[in-house]
């Protein structure tokens, strides 16, 4: 235990490190010593002159003690003191939680009043002296208060909770712990917001917060109280979460991830509510002249329609798009009914209303025409999808009554374009525009004069290249189409290539089956080249592709349109072997497409023979980035052995060559030596 001594020396006193002065005394008779106020911190011992004082310790209570002391020469002295013992009060703490997105978390102490306390203290927070408390964020946070005279402390540890955390419109708690979330209401009671939450939810399988991602892992008490306009609920997470007493009106629907109805229907606090597999309100439509374009489902469900389409109609949709054409313009359908099926077997029902858009139908003029042939041309509203359209004309004398001639053409990006062959020169005809509904309606632009002549225009073609569509792992569908121009085409089609790989892999272009060079070709026929599907694709590749014709030797080209196919790249492997001159295997292995090869064995070697030497000098054909299997053979340079030989020695003594019983041999200074310098005996 720590000890406080006073020692009285000529009326002098220390006690603890503090000097006290202030003695008082008398000649005659006793000293009166009186000793100024003194603080002892709680739990020490008071020694005065050697001797221990027994007192009562009250904590921030003062005491005065006196006590008589004989002198050395007889006398005695009386000593006077007040003490004061000290003690760090106890100190409560209250702490607010983080609402919202808001760091608003603080926290607040109290000190404890009975203690009489009043000296001096400090505070450090997570080992920062004097730390703000306000604005904190939620963590675990460790407060420790000391005496500024005694080194005594209290401790207290605290938690500042992040406590319904606004996330996409909703509210949560946080585990920073685990890394889950808990939904639950706004504020510290449900009362505060009762009714906030309406409409369709949808409870997201995992939210992120603050850069961390969070797995949702049930819903709150009381979470859905007073919440009585929730009409669905639909759950991402495949497994149910945990709830209980939420609050939720059993007349809620709740839709939930393919192939996971059977595990919420027999769940606890999910058993009592109808449970579906897919949102029928999941219906986006956009909507044309003449068209729509329905697609069912959100982002996560389209994963799992297998088909759709109209109830009681002839077609049925692969995937969860339906587009119709043919339809009245500025018409309204009303309670379409659709069917929706999925791959885990499940069907559901659902209608959809639209209103078409007002047609444009505008007849433009015609390219230069020739004698007997003629572009024309027109703007519109329709899709490129639309096929009911086209042009209609005849001679311009001809009765207003008589029928004209119709030629279907496509549409693209709003213009028509419709070619007219064998027509009579010198001869005026009209034209315009039409469409013509699935109902047999019909729908005109105004007309267009042209005058045929007698002289030949020449003119290019019309190409145009449309978006894939039915996009997949191994498969594509593209269409286009190609309007000759003067000359009718020899060959048409469409040309692809590989341009990069996605999800990893080499990106550089494999060399694709069926290909022509780093390119493949498709023929096909008609103006209108629709729903040329591509086969043997690679996965994640993005492709290149246009619209080609062909004219005599001369390729024309519509605009390049590209798509990425799904799934994951895996490259594949090739043979890769580096042989010897004499077709000896050096090296096999595999290589995976795009890197380059390389041969990592010893330097390969040629015998000599009697009259040349042979030094290795690389492979053949070059060495380039895998893409087919391959072998690539040693090559050599040779020397011949003779013309390395020295014929005029240093002493000047010519030498000659000379050929003895089909050997060479060399004569030099009256002596015979072999080609390689050695004397012959």
């Not at 297998?306 to 049925?316: I, L, Q, T, V």
């Not at 121009?485 to 990069?500: L, R, V, Y």
């Not at 492997?573 to 595999?590: C, K, M, P, R, V």
Request: hydrophobic letters at 30%; proline letters at 4%; aromatic letters at 12%.
């Amino acid at each position: 235990m720590n000890k406080a001594e006073i020692t009285i020396t000529n009326c002098k006193t220390e006690i603890g490190n503090h000097a006290l002065a202030g003695c008082q005394y008398t000649v005659e008779g006793t000293f009166s010593i009186t000793l100024p106020d003194t603080v002892l911190c709680y739990g020490e011992e008071l020694i005065i002159d050697g001797v221990q004082c027994d007192l009562q310790k009250t904590p921030n209570q003062s005491k005065i003690w006196t006590r008589n002391l004989q002198t050395v020469n007889g006398c005695d002295s009386i000593v006077n003191i007040s003490i004061l013992w000290k003690k760090l009060p106890d100190f409560s703490i209250t702490t607010k939680n983080v609402f919202d997105t808001k760091n608003s978390g603080s926290i607040s102490y109290k000190i404890d009043q009975s203690a009489n306390y009043s000296g001096e203290y400090y505070y450090t927070l997570n080992g920062i002296r004097d730390a703000s408390l306000s604005n904190l964020s939620a963590a675990n946070y460790r407060i420790v208060f000391y005496s500024e005279e005694c080194g005594d402390s209290i401790v207290k540890n605290i938690t500042i909770n992040q406590y319904g955390m606004k996330v996409g419109g909703m509210y949560y708690l946080l585990n920073e712990t685990n890394h889950t979330a808990t939904l639950t209401y706004r504020g510290t009671s449900y009362s505060d917001y009762s009714g906030e939450y309406s409409g369709n939810i949808t409870i997201p399988k995992t939210i992120t917060f603050d850069g961390k991602e969070y797995q949702v892992t049930g819903i709150n008490s009381s979470t859905f109280n007073g919440c009585n306009s929730i009409s669905t609920i639909t759950m991402e997470s495949e497994t149910p979460i945990s709830m209980y007493s939420s609050g939720l009106s059993s007349n809620c629907i709740i839709y939930v991830p393919y192939g996971s109805s059977n595990a919420y229907k027999s769940a606890s606090g999910w058993r009592n509510y109808t449970i579906h597999v897919i949102n029928p309100s999941h219906v986006t439509t956009t909507t044309g002249a003449t068209s729509a374009k329905i697609t069912l489902g959100n982002t996560d469900e389209a994963k799992h329609i297998s088909s759709c389409g109209m109830e009681g109609g002839e077609e049925e949709f692969a995937g969860n798009i339906i587009e119709y054409i043919g339809l009245e313009p500025n018409s309204e359908y009303a309670n379409v009914p659709l069917f929706i099926k999925t791959k885990e077997g499940d069907m559901d029902n659902t209608t959809v209303s639209f209103t078409t858009t007002a047609l444009e139908l505008t007849t433009k003029p015609s390219k230069p025409v020739s004698s007997t042939t003629a572009i024309l041309l027109a703007e519109t509203n329709m899709s490129d999808a639309e096929v009911s359209c086209g042009f209609e004309y005849k001679r311009n004398d001809a009765p207003d009554d008589m029928a004209g001639t119709k030629v279907f053409c496509p549409v693209a990006s709003g213009q028509m374009a419709g070619r007219l062959k064998n027509l009579k020169d010198d001869v005026y005809y009209k034209y315009r525009a039409f469409y013509q509904s699935t109902a047999g309606n019909m729908y005109y632009g105004d007309w267009q004069y042209i005058f045929t002549g007698d002289v030949a225009v020449e003119f290019d073609p019309i190409l145009y290249t449309y978006g894939a569509t039915v996009v997949k792992e191994n498969e594509a569908t593209i269409s286009g189409y190609a309007l000759a121009g003067s000359e009718d085409f020899t060959e048409q089609g469409f040309e692809i290539w590989a341009e990069s790989r996605v999800n990893g892999g080499a990106n550089a272009p494999r060399r694709m089956p069926a290909a022509l060079g780093e390119h493949f070709f498709v023929q096909a026929s008609g103006i209108s080249l629709r729903r040329v599907t591509l086969t043997n694709l690679d996965a994640g590749t993005v492709y290149r592709y246009r619209v080609y014709g062909k004219v005599g030797d001369q390729y024309y080209y519509g605009t390049e349109q590209s798509f990425t196919t799904t799934g994951t790249y895996t490259p594949p492997t090739y043979t890769i072997t580096f042989a010897n001159w004499d077709g000896t295997e050096l090296q096999s292995s595999q290589v995976e497409e795009g890197t380059m090869p390389e041969y990592t064995g010893a330097t390969p070697e040629r015998p000599e023979d009697e009259q040349y030497t042979y030094t290795f000098n690389g492979w053949s054909p070059a060495i380039v980035a895998a893409i087919a299997d391959a072998t690539y053979t040693a090559q050599y340079v040779s020397k011949d052995k003779h013309e390395g030989l020295v014929e005029v020695p240093s002493d000047q003594i010519p030498s000659t060559k000379v050929l003895r019983d089909g050997q060479v041999y060399i004569e030099r200074n009256g002596k015979v030596y072999t080609v390689t310098g050695t004397e012959v005996k």
